[in-house]
């Protein structure tokens, strides 16, 4: 026959594990899990000792989760930081090329103003003129 320990010698384990599991001692977790299935203790006891099993465990889960989450935030970090640099090398290697075009374009107007500034391309303007006004 199992022996029954009272409802106040049951709490006072429960609450010793509990403590020293909020105190960071998880190795403690078995002994509150083995509470809940001990028929020696009061069924409040055994039912406040699953409670607080469950607890534990959802508290695992959702540290669980967090760290999952934590190290898919820093991967996906790592890859934004690598993407920002690859565009930033791009982005200057664009500004480069826009720099260079801007100089021919100019370069190119320039030698275009010039040729039209002379009295040679006048000449040879005014004989285009007169060719499509004249008659056919």
């Not at 669980?64 to 690598?82: D, G, I, M, S, V």
């Amino acid at each position: 026959m199992t022996q029954h320990i009272s409802e106040a010698e049951a709490l006072d384990q429960l609450k010793s594990l509990c403590e020293a599991i909020a105190g960071g001692r998880y190795e403690e977790v078995d002994g509150l899990l083995a509470m809940t299935g001990d028929q020696a203790l009061p069924e409040t006891v055994r039912r406040l000792a699953e409670a607080f099993g469950m607890m534990i465990v959802r508290v695992e889960a959702r540290e669980l989760h967090l760290e999952e989450t934590l190290a898919a935030l820093t991967a996906a970090q790592a890859l934004l930081e690598q993407h920002n640099r690859s565009l930033a090398a791009s982005n200057e290697a664009l500004s480069a090329e826009v720099h260079r075009l801007r100089i021919d374009i100019s370069s190119r107007d320039r030698a275009v103003a010039e040729i039209a500034d002379t009295d040679q391309f006048r000449a040879v303007q005014a004989m285009a003129k007169r060719l499509r006004d004249r008659s056919l």
